[in-house]
């Protein structure tokens, strides 16, 4: 049995195996540009975060229809649940689709037709997270959040994603104060490619109460401290910085010291079908290759619950906090 664990950084978009994609696209009649799923596996060699972004947003022309949005996720939950992942906190780009004349409703319907039933189906406790991408205009971001009014019951919370570095996250105080009027939660990627200014700027101009891969934190001991005094959780995502190339290989992941430091870690898989792994994969892979004691194994999956949003469900927190406690390696 895997170690319980909460998955607290993951694009649903980024959970598309290229098998899916391509019987999405039959299903759709969507044109490829790969021969098969080899060729596109192939293509799975990025230099940075925006060469990834560009096959990311291009494989998303598969996804046209409610079915395919519930197939994706369904997919996901399944592979997450194997894995021991109890509760996920997904993220979706509705910008993306949008763009593509698929509806905020399409999107958000289709996708809870899979969480909607995923703890009685694969006992995973599940949130959805409305991420505005942070290389698009200000207005978009306010135009996208205006066009999720009609489902704010099915959304817990928002982020920002997308190309990081000249894009900080104050462009987008005025939709992160909307968002908090709403009772939106409020998270952010920064100090993934991006300066560690970006991390000070999303928790005092974004109020973020969580900080989505937070890894360059560790350029300034002042913002270290900071982030462990006040408890901020970050959301890291190993595999993925390897595959981005913010880390030269996994055993010089700055993870270890990050927890030595007393951070609130997290280990999460981010695009697990893009990075080589899904949750539990990251755990093994950190585990393997920067020698983590079981009691920092267990720490990072009480730091899952501990940092998740499930303040409207405390009892499910405490029994999965409880699972970790027992859980035997
Ligand atoms: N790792 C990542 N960083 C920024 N935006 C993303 N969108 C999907 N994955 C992302
Ligand atoms: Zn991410």
């Not at 975060?49 to 949005?69: G, I, K, W």
């Not at 892979?285 to 949003?309: D, P």
């Not at 009892?315 to 035997?328: F, G, Q, S």
């Given at each position: 049995?895997?170690?319980?664990k909460a998955?607290l950084h993951?694009?649903?978009?980024?959970?598309?195996?290229?098998?899916?994609?391509?019987?999405?696209?039959?299903?759709?009649?969507?044109?490829?540009?790969?021969?098969?799923?080899?060729?596109?596996?192939?293509?799975?060699?990025?230099?940075?975060?925006?060469?990834?972004?560009?096959?990311?947003?291009?494989?998303?022309?598969?996804?046209?229809?409610?079915?395919?949005?519930?197939?994706?996720?369904?997919?996901?939950?399944?592979?997450?649940?194997?894995?021991?992942?109890?509760h996920?906190e997904?993220?979706?780009?509705?910008?993306?689709?949008?763009?593509?004349?698929?509806?905020?409703?399409?999107?958000?319907?289709?996708?809870?037709?899979?969480?909607?039933?995923?703890?009685?189906?694969?006992?995973?406790?599940?949130?959805?997270?409305?991420?505005?991408?942070?290389?698009?205009?200000?207005?978009?971001?306010?135009?996208?959040?205006?066009?999720?009014?009609?489902?704010?019951?099915?959304?817990?919370g928002?982020?920002?994603?997308?190309?990081?570095?000249?894009?900080?996250?104050?462009?987008?105080?005025?939709?992160?104060?909307?968002?908090?009027?709403?009772?939106?939660r409020r998270v952010a990627?920064a100090g993934?490619?991006?300066?560690p200014?970006?991390i000070t700027?999303a928790l005092d101009?974004l109020g973020v109460e969580r900080v989505d891969h937070g890894l360059?934190c560790m350029?300034d001991p002042a913002l270290v401290e900071r982030l462990a005094r006040e408890r901020i959780p970050l959301t890291l995502?190993?595999?993925?910085?390897?595959?981005?190339?913010?880390?030269?290989?996994?055993?010089?992941?700055p993870l270890p010291a990050m927890l030595d430091a007393g951070l609130l870690c997290t280990v999460n898989?981010?695009?697990?079908?893009?990075?080589?792994?899904?949750?539990?994969?990251?755990?093994?892979?950190?585990?393997?290759?920067?020698?983590?004691?079981?009691e920092r194994?267990r720490e990072l999956a009480r730091n899952s619950f501990v940092a998740s949003f499930l303040e409207?469900?405390e009892?499910?927190r405490a029994?999965c906090l409880?699972?970790v406690?027992?859980?035997?390696?």
């Amino acid at each position: 049995m895997p170690l319980p664990k909460a998955e607290l950084h993951l694009h649903i978009e980024g959970t598309l195996e290229p098998e899916l994609a391509f019987e999405l696209a039959a299903r759709n009649g969507v044109e490829l540009p790969y021969t098969d799923t080899e060729a596109l596996r192939e293509a799975y060699r990025f230099e940075d975060l925006q060469s990834f972004l560009n096959l990311y947003y291009e494989l998303m022309a598969v996804l046209r229809t409610e079915r395919d949005f519930a197939d994706l996720a369904d997919a996901y939950l399944a592979r997450a649940a194997a894995q021991g992942v109890r509760h996920a906190e997904i993220f979706f780009d509705p910008q993306a689709h949008l763009a593509r004349g698929v509806g905020m409703g399409t999107v958000v319907d289709g996708l809870w037709r899979a969480l909607g039933r995923s703890e009685e189906v694969h006992g995973v406790s599940t949130r959805l997270i409305l991420c505005f991408l942070r290389d698009e205009s200000a207005e978009s971001a306010l135009e996208t959040l205006d066009a999720a009014k009609p489902y704010l019951d099915r959304i817990t919370g928002v982020g920002l994603d997308s190309a990081e570095v000249g894009h900080p996250p104050a462009k987008f105080r005025e939709v992160y104060e909307a968002a908090a009027a709403l009772g939106l939660r409020r998270v952010a990627h920064a100090g993934e490619e991006g300066p560690p200014e970006y991390i000070t700027e999303a928790l005092d101009v974004l109020g973020v109460e969580r900080v989505d891969h937070g890894l360059r934190c560790m350029e300034d001991p002042a913002l270290v401290e900071r982030l462990a005094r006040e408890r901020i959780p970050l959301t890291l995502c190993p595999l993925s910085n390897v595959r981005l190339r913010t880390v030269d290989v996994l055993a010089e992941h700055p993870l270890p010291a990050m927890l030595d430091a007393g951070l609130l870690c997290t280990v999460n898989s981010d695009d697990p079908a893009y990075f080589g792994g899904y949750a539990g994969d990251n755990f093994d892979a950190v585990r393997t290759s920067l020698g983590l004691s079981e009691e920092r194994l267990r720490e990072l999956a009480r730091n899952s619950f501990v940092a998740s949003f499930l303040e409207d469900d405390e009892e499910r927190r405490a029994r999965c906090l409880a699972e970790v406690d027992a859980y035997t390696f």
